[in-house]
């Protein structure tokens, strides 16, 4: 049988109630990651040489640049998308830039000086 593990996956890291519990799998998708997701991660990590021609495509299609159609390489495609860090995209700048201020703060030449 493909995708034997002695062990059920659990990554407390990313979530911390469980896989099932995180919300982002529906109920067949978490039940597959549990059960097969520590082969999955042993075969995408290369810890562990794949044993048949499931193993082989699920590798195949996680590596390739084509659509995914295996049920296995779905399911863990996307719990690589949910673990990725996010970027955020912010529309306002962020630090000193003075050659866009205002004037009147510290780095602003244009105000007059009291003591003068």
């Known amino acids: 049988m ?9 990554d407390f890291q990313h979530f911390a109630r ?6 982002d799998f529906t109920i067949k998708e978490s039940e597959l990651l549990e059960k ?3 082969a999955m991660m042993e075969l995408y990590k290369g810890a562990r040489k794949p044993k048949d021609d ?3 495509i699920f590798l195949e299609q996680l590596n390739g640049t ?4 295996d049920k296995n390489a779905k399911v ?3 719990y690589l998308k949910v673990i990725a860090p996010r970027h955020l995209h912010r529309l ?24 003068e």
Request: hydrophobic share 20%.
């Open 2 to 10: 493909s995708f034997e593990s002695e062990k059920p996956f659990n």
């Open 54 to 56: 499931s193993e082989k």
């Open 92 to 115: 306002c700048s962020v630090g000193n830039d003075d050659s866009g201020s205002l004037g009147g703060g510290q780095g602003s030449d244009d105000s007059a000086s009291i003591d």
């Open 18 to 23: 469980g896989v099932r519990r995180s919300g």
């Open 76 to 78: 863990f495609s996307k």
């Open 66 to 69: 084509e659509v995914i159609t």
């Open 36 to 38: 097969c997701g520590s």
